[in-house]
């Protein structure tokens, strides 16, 4: 039995999740990526945008980003918990 499936965007489906000596190769580059330290006023004032954007949502908008929070945070496990 044969199953007929729609072609990823592109053509072909490329694995992007590091494993053995790519993943400590990224884990090292990683440990001197730049960070950004933010003082609590302007935490503050993203944390206010953010809910002001989340508020101007519609129900059925709300809904779906719950679906994606989800998504993204179970996909983010998989990666980050070892």
Same mark, same amino acid.
């Given at each position: 039995?044969?199953?007929?499936?729609?072609?990823?965007?592109?053509?072909?489906?490329?694995?992007?999740?590091?494993?053995?000596?790519?993943?400590? /190769?990224?884990? =090292?580059?990683? *440990?001197?990526?730049? !960070?950004?330290?933010?003082?609590?006023?302007? +935490?503050?004032?993203? #944390?206010?945008?953010?809910?002001?954007?989340?508020?101007?949502?519609?129900? /059925?908008?709300? =809904?779906?980003? *719950?679906?994606?929070? !989800?998504?993204?945070?179970?996909?983010?496990? +998989?990666?980050?918990? #070892?």
């Amino acid at each position: 039995m044969t199953t007929d499936a729609i072609a990823p965007h592109g053509g072909k489906l490329i694995d992007r999740v590091l494993a053995g000596d790519a993943l400590a /190769a990224a884990r =090292e580059r990683a *440990k001197s990526a730049k !960070t950004v330290v933010i003082d609590d006023r302007v +935490r503050s004032d993203l #944390e206010a945008q953010t809910e002001a954007y989340y508020r101007s949502l519609s129900p /059925a908008e709300q =809904e779906e980003d *719950k679906e994606w929070s !989800t998504i993204a945070a179970e996909g983010a496990s +998989r990666i980050w918990d #070892e």
